[in-house]
C-alpha cells in the first residue's frame, strides 16, 4: 500500500474582492447581516487586511460650508494671545431628549492617521421637541453660568 502524501495546508490570503465574495457567499447561504458581522471569519479576514473595528465617533453632521466656515474662523483666530481669549465667553442652548443610541462600529486600517474621517464618523443632528432646553457658558476661569430654559 502507497504511503500517503502530506498535504501542506496554505491558509488563505484575504482582499477587498475575497472578502466582498466571502460576505456574500455567506449571506447567500442564509445568514443575517448580523450574523455575517459576528462570523470569525469575516473578522480574521479583515485582521489580516490590516482593519481594525472601532466604535465610530458622534459627531454634528456638517455640511462642506460648515466646515470650510469653522476653518476659516480658526485659522483667522489662530494668532490670538491669552489675554484677547480671556474676554471671550463660550455660550450654547441646547435640547434633551430620550432617545436611546447604540454604538456603531467601523473598520479602519490599524494606522489610520484620522480617525474622524466622514466614514469613521455617525452625525448627529439636532432637532426640535426636547424635553429639557438648557443654556450654559464657559469663560477663561471655568465654567459660567448654567440654566433651564422654560417653556415660554
Known amino acids: 500500500m502507497p504511503k500517503a502524501k502530506k498535504v501542506k495546508q496554505v491558509e488563505p490570503t484575504f482582499d477587498r474582492e475575497n472578502i466582498r ?22 473578522r480574521r479576514a479583515f485582521n489580516e487586511c490590516g482593519y481594525v473595528a472601532r466604535v465610530k465617533r458622534k ?4 455640511t462642506a460650508e460648515e466646515k470650510r466656515k469653522r476653518l476659516q474662523w480658526a ?11 480671556k474676554n471671550v465667553i463660550w455660550a450654547d ?5 430620550p432617545i436611546w443610541e447604540s454604538r456603531e462600529y467601523t473598520w479602519t486600517k490599524k ?5 474622524l474621517v466622514d466614514e469613521a464618523v455617525t452625525p448627529t443632528k439636532k432637532f426640535g421637541g426636547g424635553k429639557l432646553m ?19
Do not use: M
Open 75 to 85: 485659522n483667522e483666530h489662530k494668532t490670538w494671545t491669552v489675554d484677547k481669549w
Open 111 to 115: 494606522d489610520a492617521p484620522d480617525i
Open 134 to 152: 438648557v443654556w450654559g457658558c464657559i469663560i477663561y476661569e471655568g465654567t459660567g453660568f448654567f440654566c433651564k430654559i422654560d417653556d415660554t
Open 21 to 42: 465574495a466571502l460576505i456574500w457567499g455567506l449571506r447567500n447561504a442564509g445568514l443575517s447581516w448580523k450574523e455575517v458581522a459576528q462570523n470569525a471569519t469575516i
Open 59 to 62: 459627531k454634528p453632521l456638517l
Open 93 to 97: 442652548e441646547t435640547a434633551f431628549t
